[in-house]
């Protein structure tokens, strides 16, 4: 039974530049969240993706975009990138949204911005 | 502005003590809180939680501590083991969302 699945594993981008961060979420999962953790700080919520929408979102500019697939995957994708957008990039995944449910989350994307 | 706050970076116990991460929260309204591990190249695994109706709550060697009046939580590891050894966030959230707030983290090292 396959995990949360995260890629690429590392990558290094250009300020200004795009980039596209995908997510395979645990087996009989439907939803999906994003997280930024920056060094030395914690998960930050980005986004949940549920039924193909934008469900609950965090306190980031609309740089940060998301899609979500029928087969439930993901995509991140954040535009003119800065510095600060330096990041480990956390996908985390669930059967349906709000009450106490288990997230698992993936391993992760670095991400470096030059 | 942090709504989680763990105020210890880091912590080092001896094998077979106990270990004790603290937590502090400011939000009033977060009646569900968490505790997750991780460890390095790998994402955060859930470890345990606790309804804001109760008070403590065990599962084997861990057990968390709620002090509502305080807004504080704890974390107890008893006994403390090598594989404990990692980075543990409290963590918070209002039941109805599915939004966490994460705090900044504790690492723990256990010593020989």
């Known amino acids: 039974d396959a995990g949360v699945t995260q890629s690429p594993t590392h990558l290094i981008k250009t300020r200004g530049q795009q980039v596209t961060l995908r997510c395979s979420p645990k087996s009989g999962h439907d939803t999906v969240s994003w997280y930024q953790q920056a060094l030395g700080q914690g998960p930050q919520f980005i986004f949940q993706y549920y039924e193909e929408e934008e469900r609950q979102r965090g306190n980031f500019p609309d740089r940060f975009s998301g899609h979500q697939f029928p087969n439930y995957s993901s995509e991140l994708n954040v535009n003119a990138l800065l510095l600060g957008d330096s990041a480990l990039y956390l996908c985390?995944?669930?059967f349906g949204t709000g009450g106490i449910r288990t997230i698992y989350f993936g391993e992760g994307s670095w991400l470096t911005v030059v | 502005d942090q709504q989680v706050k763990q105020n210890s970076p880091s912590l080092s116990v001896q094998e077979g003590r106990i270990s004790i991460l603290n937590c502090d929260y400011t939000n009033s309204m977060f009646d569900y809180f968490l505790w997750y591990k991780k460890y390095p190249a790998e994402g955060p695994t859930f470890l345990i939680s606790i309804s804001s109706i109760k008070d403590k709550n065990e599962d084997g060697r861990f057990t968390v501590f709620l002090n509502k009046s305080a807004k504080h939580l704890s974390l107890h590891i008893v006994p403390s083991q090598p594989g404990d050894s990692a980075v543990y966030f409290c963590a918070a959230k209002i039941i109805v969302y599915d939004k966490i707030i994460f705090g900044k983290g504790t690492r723990l090292h256990i010593l020989p």
């Open positions: 985390a995944s669930s």
